[in-house]
């Protein structure tokens, strides 16, 4: 079972990871996209999150794109899994042209 983070090591995460931020426990991160980019951008996440096997709570509205991530094996706590995952959905986004928004 993966060990929640510290609030130490959420915050040196964070620090690492811009646009994303801590929500009542879940770690979220918004990005906008080009509306026409949004269907690849979820494709790539999803392809990403199944390799991992590690999904987010995603939410589309027009052109923003939304993630939310906890850790179910760790009682929907912040886990590197999470961290992990973040850093990768940037990386795509960035990818994919999408900026994150706050």
Known sequence: MPAPLTGAELAAALATLPGWWDEDGSLVASYRSD???VPAL????????DAANHHARVT???????????THDAGD???ARDTAAAAAIASLAAEHGAVPIA
Do not use: H
């Open 35 to 37: 509306r026409a980019g």
């Open 42 to 49: 979820y494709a790539a996440v999803a392809g990403a999150e």
């Open 60 to 70: 589309i509205l027009y052109d923003t794109v939304t993630f939310q991530l906890t």
């Open 77 to 79: 706590l912040i886990t």
